[in-house]
């Protein structure tokens, strides 16, 4: 093999590659074609059935009070939980992320910080931020608040949720 054989194959292979860079970097302009900050849709949802309701059984199930619950809570332990919440709420006053501060969040309006861009649900809901309805809403915000913004699942640990209601409340309130 000559020189000019193994310079053909090189360039041959640096053009391959180049073509498939060009390629790539067109369809990430296609598929993500919005700027940040944007909120972005799905392309398609996937409906899914929904699930069988499990057998009642005749063991009775122990309801857990809240408000016994909140009364105990540990503050130190809620903060631990908090740092899934930093990703997206700041705890600085008049410090707003991709969420709302959290600064003396409970006792406060729902929506009612003015410099945050509420959805229209969230907006129009009304009432308080009371540990009740924090409560509520960080079981499933989604069903406390339909078209909320906020795309957290919930927390389903009651526990977990007065602690974490109990160190917000320890902020700045």
């Given at each position: 093999?000559?020189?000019?054989?193994?310079?053909?194959i090189?360039?041959?292979?640096?053009?391959?590659?180049?073509?498939?860079?060009?390629?790539?970097?067109?369809?990430?302009?296609?598929?993500?074609?919005?700027?940040h900050?944007?909120?972005?849709?799905?392309?398609?949802?996937?409906?899914?059935?929904?699930?069988?309701?499990?057998?009642?059984?005749?063991?009775?199930?122990?309801?857990?009070?809240?408000?016994?619950?909140?009364?105990?809570?540990?503050?130190?332990?809620?903060?631990?939980?908090?740092?899934?919440?930093?990703?997206?709420?700041?705890?600085?006053?008049?410090?707003?992320?991709?969420?709302?501060?959290?600064?003396?969040?409970?006792?406060?309006?729902?929506?009612?910080?003015?410099?945050?861009?509420?959805?229209?649900?969230?907006?129009?809901?009304?009432?308080?931020?009371?540990?009740?309805?924090?409560?509520?809403?960080?079981?499933?915000?989604?069903?406390?608040?339909?078209g909320?913004?906020?795309?957290?699942?919930?927390?389903?640990?009651?526990?977990?949720?007065?602690?974490?209601?109990?160190?917000?409340?320890?902020?700045?309130?």
């Amino acid at each position: 093999m000559n020189t000019m054989e193994i310079t053909k194959i090189v360039g041959g292979l640096c053009g391959s590659l180049l073509v498939f860079l060009l390629i790539k970097t067109g369809a990430e302009s296609i598929i993500h074609s919005g700027g940040h900050g944007e909120e972005h849709a799905n392309a398609y949802v996937i409906e899914v059935a929904e699930a069988e309701p499990a057998e009642a059984t005749d063991e009775p199930v122990e309801e857990v009070d809240f408000a016994s619950l909140y009364a105990e809570a540990d503050a130190g332990a809620g903060e631990r939980l908090f740092r899934a919440c930093a990703a997206c709420h700041r705890l600085e006053d008049g410090a707003n992320a991709v969420g709302p501060h959290l600064y003396n969040v409970v006792g406060r309006d729902i929506g009612a910080v003015g410099d945050y861009a509420y959805s229209d649900a969230m907006a129009g809901h009304g009432d308080a931020w009371t540990p009740e309805n924090l409560n509520a809403f960080l079981l499933a915000p989604s069903d406390y608040v339909p078209g909320t913004k906020m795309a957290y699942r919930g927390m389903a640990d009651i526990e977990d949720r007065a602690n974490l209601i109990a160190y917000l409340e320890s902020v700045g309130g």
